[in-house]
């Protein structure tokens, strides 16, 4: 059978790859991207199943819209309209996905023909690079810095004519940690703002800042080709597969609508129900506060170690919120040598390539602190350090 071409050059996730080798029960892995499952509100999602069927009978149970559950909708259009005074987001301009990830799928299916540009931040989030890859774009990457995106980069990214759509996470981006400053963002909407492209603000770890103050969208309330993406995987579960698109441009979201249409009709409407009980009978705010208190001392706990096992020339970002620390190394180290060297001490991270468009050798890694105690931490750290 000759497979598509699409399918052909699409890599399959290096990470999903790797977690089968490093998942080993001895191994210190700092290479997952995955929620600490202490952070799971089990037994008031239990409760929550049993009062979504109570109040709602069969409705949960039966085929439901594709643009999700009005209730759920409001709820996020209120949530981020109290986070951001400027945003005015109704239920009309949001639309359940499954997860996050499929947002990035539809998107691309709807925007993108072969050879169209897309702007993306490098390193960026491979599951973006993926996505997007099935619509064989062409990839510009633009410098992720330590404040954000290089803005002269972008500006001459921008220029290209067949640029659609740009890609950012502005809030403790996947892979780096990093989050735009204020100014930066500002700078970001300046060069954007007249253009002809849609901009997307991927923002999964948004809520879970442990210092600093938040800080506002980059174009969400101030231009309708703006597109916030948001996700329950990181605060509720990730297993219930439930995120979002909001935004004004409103021929986007149908032309989105007619393509989750062919994908799967529409989210799942159980974890729809379940999820709108848990927010309206529970303390949500409260729940986000405990992990983000637990990320913290993870996170605290990793920088610490860095400090004091790490060799001064190798460099590393500290992150106000989210999941993740992001390593460089000397230049000409191979992060990919350094994980089979790793491996032999049962410790493992990402090593940086599949963040790239276009680098088969990089010396940059990726580390997870939020599924280890930090005592593992600072033992994996330990033994990183030997190898560094
Ligand atoms: N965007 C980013 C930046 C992510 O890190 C992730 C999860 N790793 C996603 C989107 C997808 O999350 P989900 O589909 O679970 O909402």
Known sequence: MQYSD???????????????????????????????????????LKQSVNDAIDANGAKVFQYSTTQGYLPLRQYIADKLNNKQSNLNYTAEDVLITTGSQQALELISKVLLNKGDGVVIEEPGYLGAIQAFTLREPSFYGVTLETEGLNVEQFKDALKQPNVKMVYTVPNFQNPTGLTYTKERREEVFEAVKDQDVIFIEDDPYGELRFTGEHLPYIAAGKMTN???????????????????????????????????????????????????????????????????????????????????YFPPYVKYTKPEGGMFVWVT????????????????????????????????????????????????????????AEIL
């Open 6 to 44: 699409s399918i052909l050059k699409t890599p399959s996730s290096f990470i999903r790859n790797i977690l089968k080798v490093t998942d080993a029960y001895d191994v210190i892995s700092f290479a997952g991207g995955l929620p600490n499952p202490i952070s799971f509100p089990i037994d008031e």
């Open 226 to 308: 703006s597109v916030v993406l948001g996700s329950f995987s990181k605060t509720v579960t990730p297993g219930m597969r439930l995120g979002y698109i909001l935004t004004k441009n409103h021929e986007l979201l149908n032309h989105v609508e007619t393509a989750k249409q062919a994908t799967d009709l529409h989210t799942n409407i159980f974890a729809q129900y379940i999820l709108h009980q848990y927010l309206t009978n529970n303390e949500y705010e409260a729940h986000v506060e405990k992990i983000i208190a637990l990320y913290k001392t993870q996170a605290d706990a990793m920088l610490a170690a860095m400090e004091k």
């Open 329 to 384: 190394l000397p230049e000409g180290v191979n992060a990919l040598d350094k994980f089979t060297e790793a491996m032999e001490k049962k410790v493992a991270f990402v090593p940086g390539n599949p963040f790239y468009t276009d680098k088969e050798s990089v010396n940059t890694l990726r580390l997870n602190y939020t599924n280890a105690t930090p005592e593992t931490i600072e033992e994996g750290i330990k033994r990183l």
